[in-house]
């Protein structure tokens, strides 16, 4: 049976909408200004059952194959007859981008989620010409292949699309056959920020197609502030011409962030206000002045790795690795702050292992302290003879001595995490993947692919030199380090 007999040419299918909801879970609603059935140049109506020769006007010769349309011939174009989808269609978002220059690095690492699953962001503003897109696609896929064993998430910033850096669908196609499997099943949420009616129109016309797990997987975010939402950040380190597209779009909305002086009386009168029971969100030296901690260990950090340190749950495949029940996490966060004793013998091993990677999260400055942010990230230059001495140097002298008890605790763990690798596929490389943004991210600026590089390079190298950094006891740390 050949391909034109396997898919009919009738095209049925939902009306079209501006919001795809299938997903079981609640998504991020689009703001009222946005949130609109698109004028079209036809009726809709004629969408829902084209007769042959109106899908052949639209798509000559295309079939459907998984989840893209494919042109049999990609190299031909029809000279007169254009299609109406392919329309100068993006005028508002490409006079943001006429004198924009790409850097040099094709997406952004912008954090974790609330979850603490990775967020990349990949911009049309950066796509090259159509004739070095292939080569483009692949420097993405490189970049974020380290990570993507783990679950992740992809934001899509669509200002910038232009007719020359347009890609085909057959293009699309073939980049999404060249993903691995990890790359397509631990991708969890797909974000399309600022999208046009096109992409709405496209994404409905072939909805019916499209398998219901990837479908599920895709949000529309219409406004910055939304985003912040959704991913549960406060801050995001974007390129100006996406920033001012966000205002002109959403021009009624109120400012994101106080003036800085507000800022700061807000968030001391947070602290006086503050219950002296919180351990999720406050500073570490809070919680050690406040709770029962043994030897600077917070009382739930200590709770967390004496559940998964059982035989049966540290040996879990992909513990750290999976995302667990957000609102479980965020309820058992309630419970801790308000000074309730929890019990986490019956909670899910990978709700356990969120809460204890939230906690590291949520902490007001990171374990590895904003000082030592410029050194280490510079740990890919050291020269390797050198490596073993400075990285000591740094924890054994840097660190506060609550930091360094906390930090050294986790390690030990994480070690014995190591050391059933063969049953829970956690390296230390994995290890470090997942908590280097935890340990550390910078004071003011969100941290790129270039920082986040040698932050899990350094904790790799903590986690498989563990003995020889931590060969002195925590009083003893001012023994100088020739």
């Not at 790795?305 to 609102?327: M, Q, Y």
């Not at 490389?429 to 941290?447: D, E, H, K, M």
């Not at 790799?460 to 100088?480: E, W």
Request: net charge negative; proline share 7%.
């Amino acid at each position: 049976m050949d391909s034109h007999s396997r898919f009919a040419p009738r095209l049925p299918g939902p009306a079209i909408n501006p919001i795809v909801d299938n997903s079981d879970e609640p998504q991020p609603s689009l703001s009222d200004l946005h949130d609109f059935e698109p004028k079209l140049e036809f009726d809709d109506t004629e969408l829902l059952a084209p007769s042959p020769l109106e899908i052949s006007d639209f798509f000559p010769e295309d079939v459907m194959v998984g989840d893209f349309v494919l042109a049999e011939d990609p190299e031909l174009e029809p000279e007169e007859d254009v299609n109406p989808l392919e329309d100068d269609f993006e005028d508002q978002l490409r006079e943001q981008s006429e004198n924009f220059q790409a850097p040099r690095n094709k997406c952004d690492f912008l954090g974790t989620d609330k979850q603490g699953r990775h967020i990349f962001g990949i911009y049309a503003s950066r796509f090259p010409e159509k004739s070095q897109l292939e080569g483009f696609v692949r420097e993405i896929i490189k970049e974020i292949e380290p990570f993507v064993e783990n679950d992740y998430i992809l934001v899509y910033f669509h200002q910038g699309l232009k007719e020359d850096n347009k890609p085909s669908a057959q293009f699309l196609w073939n980049s999404y056959k060249e993903l691995d499997r990890n790359f397509r099943k631990n991708l969890k949420t797909l974000y399309v920020v600022h999208p046009t009616w096109f992409i709405r129109v496209i994404w409905n016309f072939f909805s019916p197609f499209i398998s219901d797990k990837f479908r599920k997987k895709l949000v529309y975010i219409s406004s910055l502030d939304e985003l912040r939402q959704a991913l549960g950040l406060n801050k995001l380190k974007l390129p100006d011409n996406i920033c001012d597209l966000d205002d002109k779009l959403n021009p009624s909305r109120k400012p994101s962030t106080p003036p800085p002086s507000s800022s700061i009386n807000a968030s001391r009168q947070q602290q006086h206000k503050m219950a002296t029971t919180h351990q999720f969100g406050v500073p570490l030296k809070f919680i050690v002045m406040n709770s029962p901690c043994l030897n600077s260990i917070p009382p739930i950090v200590r709770k967390c790795v004496d559940s998964l340190s059982i035989t049966g749950v540290i040996d879990t495949e992909g513990i750290f690795r999976r995302s667990g029940n957000h609102s479980e996490i965020m309820a058992l966060k309630e419970r801790v702050n308000r000074g309730e004793d929890v019990d986490l013998k019956s909670v899910n091993v990978h709700v356990i292992a969120g809460l204890l990677k939230s906690f590291l999260r949520d902490l007001a400055e990171p374990l590895l302290t904003f000082e030592l942010y410029e050194d280490v990230t510079r740990f890919l230059d050291w020269p390797k003879e050198e490596r073993s001495r400075n990285v000591t140097q740094l924890i054994r002298e840097k660190l506060p001595e609550e930091n360094y008890e906390l930090f050294k605790y986790i390690v030990d763990f994480l070690v014995k995490v190591m050391d059933c690798e063969d049953l829970n596929k956690m390296t230390s490389s994995n290890l470090a993947i997942v908590f280097g943004p935890n340990f550390l991210w910078s004071r003011s600026t969100s941290t790129s692919l270039e920082e986040i590089a040698p932050i899990n390079a350094f904790v790799d190298f903590v986690l498989q030199n563990h003995k020889d950094i931590y060969l002195i006891d925590v009083n003893q740390r001012t023994v100088s380090v020739d």
